[in-house]
């Protein structure tokens, strides 16, 4: 191969060349680039405002008000299913649980003659109106490591029932907590109609006169 064949080689090499880097450079110039202000797909992502409205929370009678309406005949009846395990009368024996005559502001865990768990004792306190209802709702919850068994009452409307009765289970009843409805002619109508959701007409009807 001569000089002169080498010199058409190169020659076309870098013909070629040019050729590649001017249409580089010449689709630059047909399409100009321009930096994107938004993503190409757009992309839903879900905020929570600080300024958003908090969410009411309705929340049902409180226990006075529920006590005030109570009825001690119909928390007799629910207490049947605790006979087995609970004497009512005044100076019942103990069974598998203690007698609960006058237990309504009684010490916890101090009933004569019944060992009552260390879990109980240590609790401390006297059994207040409140007290019983948390008892009553979940005992394994308000007495950790309790020894009584019963699972509890989830109506709130039975429990104010049996703790009236209880209460009624004494020569000197411990006054009711007052109510937090305001009185009847006050009463806004919202709150009448919890009450009477929470409770049977039968219970409102046969409301304790104190």
Aim: with cysteine; proline share 7%; net charge negative.
């Amino acid at each position: 191969m001569n000089s002169f064949e080498l010199n058409k080689i190169a020659l076309a090499l870098l013909l070629t060349v040019l050729v590649i880097f001017g249409i580089s450079d010449l689709s630059k110039v047909i399409f100009k680039e321009e930096a994107l202000t938004s993503n190409a797909y757009p992309i839903m992502v879900e905020t929570t405002s600080e300024t958003a409205a908090p969410v009411e929370v309705v929340e049902g009678p409180s226990l006075p008000d529920l006590l005030a309406v109570a009825s001690v005949d119909k928390g007799a009846n629910v207490f049947k299913k605790c006979k087995a395990c609970h004497t009512t009368d005044n100076g019942g024996k103990n069974l598998v649980g203690p007698n609960l005559w006058d237990i309504v502001g009684y010490a916890k865990g101090a009933r004569d003659g019944f060992a009552f768990s260390s879990a109980l004792t240590a609790v401390g306190g006297e059994w207040t109106y409140e007290d019983l209802d948390a008892f009553l709702k979940k005992p394994s919850k308000f007495v950790p490591k309790t020894k009584m068994s019963f699972a509890g009452l989830k109506k709130t409307s039975d429990r104010a029932n049996v703790i009236l009765y209880l209460r009624a289970l004494s020569d000197t009843p411990v006054d009711l907590p007052a109510i937090t409805v305001p009185p009847a002619e006050e009463a806004p109508e919202e709150t009448e109609d919890i009450l009477e959701d929470a409770l049977p007409s039968e219970v409102l009807e046969e409301a304790p006169q104190e």
